[in-house]
């Protein structure tokens, strides 16, 4: 079983920076795709980034040029740096990660981290 843990979010004003992390642990053998999603109140939850364990690359087209995903395969963790935020950034920031266990694949999501963007 594989379990995410989310730091990172908090209050930032418009125009500044934030980092989250998530860390997978548990049984790992390997992670294959892992993304950040995110939801805002009354809205569905939205794909904002993800990275193969390659590090192959896609954004949202609302975050391209703002947000970096990243990863570290030796630490089994994302990360999303996030600049120039704006209000309507604001949103829980989920992690997932898909991953090969018993000849089949399995995704894991994260409990989510709060991001806020005041004007």
């Known amino acids: 079983q594989v379990q995410l843990v989310e730091s990172g979010g908090g209050l930032v004003q418009a125009g500044g920076s934030l980092r989250l992390s998530c860390a997978a642990s548990g049984s790992i053998v390997s992670i294959n795709d892992m993304a950040w999603y995110r939801q805002a109140p009354g809205k569905q939850r939205e794909l904002v980034a993800t990275?193969?364990?390659?590090?192959?690359?896609n954004y949202a087209d609302s975050v391209k040029g703002r947000f970096t995903i990243s990863r570290d395969n030796t630490k089994n963790t994302v990360y999303l740096q996030m600049n120039s935020l704006k209000p309507e950034d604001t949103a829980v920031y989920y992690c997932k990660a898909v991953y090969p266990r018993l000849g089949t694949t399995w995704q894991v999501w994260g409990q989510g981290t709060q991001v806020t963007v005041s004007s």
């Open positions: 990275i193969s364990s390659g590090g192959s690359t």
